[in-house]
T-cell receptor, first 114, second 114 residues
Framework: AQSVTQLDSQVPVFEEAPVELRCNYS??????LFWYVQYPNQGLQLLLK??????LVKGINGFEAEFNKSQTSFHLRKPSVHISDTAEYFC????????????FGAGTRLAVHP | DAGITQSPRHKVTETGTPVTLRCHQT?????MYWYRQDPGHGLRLIHY???????DKGEVSDGYSVSRSKTEDFLLTLESATSSQTSVYFC?????????????FGAGTRLSVL
C-alpha cells in the first residue's frame, strides 16, 4: 500500500523568504508524484509533477521540487515567497501502472506574512 | 476548473436522507474520481470510474455508491446520510496519453449533514 507523509501541518514564513514544504512517500512500486495547491474555497490546482526523467521538476508560480528515490522524498521549494502563495499544499502519489488513483498527504498550510 | 462542473455547490441535509452529488465533464476523459476532504486527512478516494458502467471502490467507500451511465457524468450517492459524511466532496478527471496521468479537479461540493 502507498502512503504520503507531509512532515509539517503549518509553515509560517515572511514574505520574500525561501520556503521548503516536506513530503515523504512509501510505495513498493514505481510511482508518479504531484504537488497540488488549494486556495481558500477553491478546488485543487496542479503545481508540478514528476513522472520520469530529470529529478528536479519546475512548476508554476516559481515552485520546484526534487525527487529523491533513495530517501523517498519529494520536497517542494520556492526561493522567495509572496503573500499570494498563502494556501494549502498537498503532496500526492499515484501508482505508475494503475488507474491514476491519487493518495494524498494531509496537507501543509503555508502562511506568508508581510 | 478544466471543464468540470459539480452540483450542487452547497447542500444541507438531515441524517437519514438520500443525497446525490453530480459531476459533469466536457473533456471526454476516461477516468473520473470522487474524493472527500476532511481536516487532517487531506483528500481520500471514495470511488472511481475507468469507463461507462465501470466503477470500483476507493479507501473510504462505505456508505457511498456511484454510477456512470455516460462518459460525461459521474454520480455519487449517499443512500442514508450520516453526520460523519459532512465534508467537502471533490470530483476529478484524468486520461492517459498526452494528459500524462494528471488529475484535474472540480470546485467542490460542501455537504452538511445535520
Amino acid at each position: 500500500a502507498q502512503s504520503v507523509t507531509q512532515l509539517d501541518s503549518q509553515v509560517p514564513v515572511f514574505e520574500e523568504a525561501p520556503v521548503e514544504l516536506r513530503c515523504n512517500y512509501s510505495s513498493s512500486v514505481s510511482v508518479y508524484l504531484f504537488w497540488y495547491v488549494q486556495y481558500p474555497n477553491q478546488g485543487l490546482q496542479l503545481l508540478l509533477k514528476y513522472l520520469s526523467g530529470s529529478t528536479l521538476v519546475k512548476g508554476i508560480n516559481g515552485f520546484e521540487a526534487e525527487f529523491n528515490k533513495s530517501q523517498t522524498s519529494f520536497h517542494l521549494r520556492k526561493p522567495s515567497v509572496h503573500i499570494s502563495d498563502t494556501a494549502e499544499y498537498f503532496c500526492a502519489v499515484s501508482d505508475a501502472g494503475g488507474y491514476n488513483k491519487l493518495i494524498f498527504g494531509a496537507g501543509t498550510r503555508l502562511a506568508v506574512h508581510p | 476548473d478544466a471543464g468540470i462542473t459539480q452540483s450542487p455547490r452547497h447542500k444541507v441535509t438531515e441524517t437519514g436522507t438520500p443525497v446525490t452529488l453530480r459531476c459533469h465533464q466536457t473533456e471526454n476523459h476516461r477516468y473520473m474520481y470522487w474524493y472527500r476532504q476532511d481536516p487532517g486527512h487531506g483528500l481520500r478516494l471514495i470511488h472511481y470510474s475507468y469507463g461507462v458502467k465501470d466503477t470500483d471502490k476507493g479507501e473510504v467507500s462505505d456508505g457511498y455508491s456511484v454510477s456512470r451511465s455516460k462518459t460525461e457524468d459521474f454520480l455519487l450517492t449517499l443512500e442514508s446520510a450520516t453526520s460523519s459524511q459532512t465534508s467537502v466532496y471533490f470530483c476529478a478527471i484524468s486520461d492517459r496519453g498526452s494528459a500524462k496521468n494528471i488529475q484535474y479537479f472540480g470546485a467542490g461540493t460542501r455537504l452538511s449533514v445535520l
